[in-house]
């Protein structure tokens, strides 16, 4: 639910003929000990989860689709809520992808809770939407004042491997953030090629990859050390946007990169500002990087 009382509004609510129906529904708390544990987990293919562990005092989670990707019609939707205190970081170590559709699209769509004095991390590795892709995403993210976030997703032009750069249809991305009861921030991409919302990326970029990452928390409140950070990250390779939100915790940052190297390389660097900014050392992933 909304802190101001609204439902959660859905991308689409016209059943699919047909795709696949996943889900995955999670609350993270203490346990008897006061280490952050799953207290409740559902989840549904094509998602599946690892085996949870600790890194720091943060529970980490590795979500996975095993499957190629997204194709025609799928419906997936992703809940999560962090419980007091507790902390969680959700890392979904492998790219998402969306296939070629001959009509309709595949859709995600997902929300995140956090309660007063939690801490949640949602760090997805990059979205490729193939050629003749069409994609709809909508994400809810809710903190509760004395929360902390951090939100990160990225968007690769295509398969550039396979030549494949702005060749989806469309992209509808919608992500709404509440700090409190504030609606802090909205953000709506409708990117199809050939049009305004394409030429804004390649007049930077020919094969431009995106991130975005909403932060928050009270210690972000200080910002001229994190704004510093920040700023020493840009390149001939690398242009980056920040700004604080409607509300002072709340912190919007916003990065085109030249290449995906030149993307993880900012992203990871990013990440490392953001949890210096908050006192403390990132969780490891315990993965073999990328690059």
């Not at 203490?30 to 544990?37: I, N, V």
């Not at 929300?111 to 990059?126: K, N, R």
Request: aromatic residues 8%; charged residues 20%.
């Amino acid at each position: 639910m909304d802190p101001t009382g609204g439902a959660l509004q859905p991308v689409n609510t016209s059943p699919p003929s047909q795709g696949i129906q996943g889900h995955m529904r999670l609350v993270c708390a203490l346990d008897s000990r006061g280490l952050p544990c799953l207290r409740e987990q559902s989840f549904r293919a094509p998602i599946h989860l690892s085996k949870p562990h600790w890194e720091e005092d943060t529970l980490v989670l590795n979500v996975v689709n095993p499957t190629a990707g997204l194709l025609q019609d799928d419906r997936i939707t992703q809940e999560a809520t962090v419980r007091t205190a507790a902390r969680l970081l959700l890392t979904m170590p492998g790219a998402s992808r969306a296939h070629k559709v001959r009509n309709g699209w595949a859709q995600l769509q997902q929300s995140f809770t956090v309660e007063h004095g939690a801490f949640l991390e949602v760090l997805p590795e990059v979205f490729i939407p193939q050629a003749g892709a069409c994609y709809k995403q909508y994400t809810r993210l809710e903190v509760a004042e004395g929360g902390e976030l951090l939100f990160f997703e990225s968007l690769a032009p295509g398969r550039t491997a396979a030549g494949e750069v702005f060749q989806y249809r469309w992209l509808d991305w919608r992500t709404d953030l509440f700090i409190g009861t504030k609606h802090a921030a909205r953000e709506r991409l409708r990117l199809e090629p050939g049009t305004p919302s394409i030429a804004a990326l390649t007049s930077v970029f020919p094969s431009a990859y995106y991130a975005s990452v909403l932060a928050v928390s009270e210690k972000l409140s200080a910002s001229t050390p994190l704004l510093a950070s920040l700023n020493d990250l840009q390149s001939n390779e690398v242009w980056i946007g920040q700004s604080r939100l409607a509300h002072p915790s709340g912190w919007s940052l916003r990065i085109l990169a030249q290449t995906a190297p030149a993307l993880r390389s900012t992203l990871e660097s990013s990440r490392r500002a953001l949890y210096a900014a908050l006192g403390r050392n990132p969780p490891g992933l315990r993965r073999v990087s990328g690059r």
